[in-house]
């Protein structure tokens, strides 16, 4: 992997990211699916977040990132779990009356940084995840 850099900085700063729906829904198919990758796609470009790798499954996001240091993984969560929850109910409506609450995403998230394993293996992993998942959607 090359480094990035800023106007100061050089860095190497990647993250494997993992977040669910709440009470983590199977509903992450079809149209909701595509939308929910558009604006992962979009948010990050927004905030010069390179997204490596990705999958999107019935019931989690899978992602692997490059954050700039300027930018903290925590803000960074917060911004795109809210955005995207916003966009996906100005998209699918039926989502905000179906369950009661404006909730799509649960608060919680898991981030690991790449270092100790190396790209290959994340990407490979979450590659299968995405291949689980297709292989489950056709029974």
């Known amino acids: 992997m090359d480094k990035s850099s800023l106007s ?6 990647t993250y494997h990211i993992v977040f669910i729906p709440k009470y983590r829904r199977k509903i992450m198919y079809g149209k909701v699916k595509k939308d929910v990758v558009e604006i992962i796609k979009k ?14 499954c019935k019931d989690h ?15 960074f969560m917060g911004y795109l779990k809210c955005k995207s929850a916003l966009m996906l109910f100005d ?3 039926e989502f905000g009356t179906k369950w009661g609450t404006r909730q799509f995403w649960a608060r919680g998230y898991f ?12 990407t490979e ?13 056709e029974r």
């Open 111 to 122: 981030v690991a940084t790449v270092g100790n394993v190396n790209e290959d293996t994340i």
């Open 8 to 13: 100061h900085t050089a860095y190497i700063c």
């Open 125 to 137: 992993y979450i590659r299968q995840q995405e291949e689980n998942d297709k292989l489950t959607d």
């Open 91 to 93: 998209r699918h409506p």
């Open 43 to 56: 948010l990050c470009a927004m905030k010069s977040v390179e997204l490596m790798e990705g999958a999107v």
């Open 61 to 75: 996001v899978h992602m692997y990132a490059s954050i700039p240091p300027k930018l903290r993984i925590s803000e």
